[in-house]
């Protein structure tokens, strides 16, 4: 069985060898998507240490903040938030990097034309605090303690690649990082406002909608409930006025089938609207209780 149209993968550059480019005629594409990709990667590498920010301040303040254990509970669901998104721009990274990898010939650097970009690795997702608090303690128990520590393959680690190129220089002084780790906090709080401000507002539209529908619901049986009364009552009319003309004193069966399948579909209607109605007002006593 074939795919749906919709389904089938669009082939780019990065999906062929760079040997067969040429072959394919795909070198001018596989050129643009490389610079796209770069973009894309670059734009990943800020949203990751945004990311990072806005997690260390998370810890951070569960550390010092949060008291109780709902409160605790709380700021733990923010911090595995923020590192879902940390995972998020990581692999959206990777797969930048990866890409460019097969637009490119390996060169004398063996990059392929990536600059200073890396491959990314799970250790290079430190955040500044940490590593900042690391490298403090690391210090305060001076060389010869972290001498041996090297000796075992541990010690103080080496700043990540990542931070490195947002300071432009392999050994930024501390004072340095922490004016920029106060930078990127700030910009990923702001950002995370912003998020949070555009989903509250998307949350008081959907109950608007919501109560508006409720409210239509019950309306709208309450509405088909009158209009079969309205038929049973001109059936009724009809038979009566048959039966007079007749003599007889009897109403067709036709006239009684029809006026006792309107008085079900009225009751139907009728307990449709009532529990229309119960719900619509559950609904404006769960605004009260959440205050909007």
Known sequence: MEAAPEKTKLSLPSDFDYENHERLGLTTMAETEFLLRMGQA????????????????????????AVGQIAK?????????????VQKWAEVYRRA????????????????????????????LIMLSSWMEKHRLWREKGEMAEEEAAKKGKGRRELPWIWKMQFGTTEPDRDKISEAMDEWTSEAMRIEWLHA?????RFEEEMRLLEAESERVGKTF???????????????????T?????????????LRGKMSYGTRQANVFERL???????FAEL????????I
């Open 42 to 65: 670059s734009d990943a590498l800020k949203h990751l240490r945004e990311s990072l920010g806005l997690k260390s301040f998370l810890v951070r303040r569960n550390h010092s903040v």
């Open 73 to 85: 509970r709380r700021s733990e669901t923010e911090i595995e938030r923020a590192d879902k998104r």
């Open 97 to 124: 990097f990866k890409a460019m990898e097969r637009l490119k010939p390996a060169g004398e650097d063996a990059n392929h034309g990536r600059g200073q970009l890396r491959e990314l690795k799970e250790d290079d």
């Open 197 to 201: 401000h555009a989903s509250l507002k």
């Open 222 to 240: 309450g509405f088909y409930r009158r209009k079969w009364l309205l038929k049973v009552y001109e059936w009724t009319q009809d038979a009566l």
């Open 242 to 254: 048959r039966a007079q003309e007749e003599g007889t004193g009897d109403i067709p069966r036709s």
């Open 273 to 279: 609207a009532s529990l229309g109605g119960k719900h």
């Open 284 to 291: 404006k006593e769960l605004k009260l209780k959440m205050g």
